[in-house]
């Protein structure tokens, strides 16, 4: 079993920052893209950054330069560090990995989800 675990969503005024967390725990053998979804009320769940192991990064047009996403690989660990966060930016929001684990008794690359965080954004 393999679960993904994310803090450090809540309510922030607009302009504020926020830092997402998310570790994975569990038969990992190996770890690989980590990224970060949100989904808001009524709305489809879109791609908001994602980050390879080795650190490359593609971020949503609507974060770019706002947004940075990190990892430790030692920790398991993807950060969504959020700044100058606006309304709009209101959702929840979910972390995926790509891990290799086990299955079926036999080792497989599936991805994972974590129970998601609520970020709030407003006055």
């Known amino acids: 079993q393999v679960q993904l675990v994310e803090s450090g969503g809540g309510l922030v005024r607009p302009g504020g920052s926020l830092r997402l967390s998310c570790t994975a725990s569990g038969t990992i053998y190996g770890l690989f893209d980590m990224a970060w979804y949100r989904q808001a009320p009524e709305k489809q769940r879109e791609l908001v950054a994602t980050?390879?192991?080795?650190?490359?990064?593609v971020y949503a047009d609507s974060v770019k330069g706002r947004f940075t996403i990190y990892r430790d690989n030692a920790k398991k660990t993807a950060y969504l560090q959020m700044n100058s966060l606006k309304p709009e930016d209101t959702a929840a929001y979910y972390c995926s990995a790509d891990v290799v684990t086990i299955r079926q008794m036999k080792t497989a690359r599936v991805t994972v989800w974590g129970q998601g965080t609520q970020v709030t954004v407003s006055s």
């Open positions: 980050i390879t192991p080795r650190s490359s990064t």
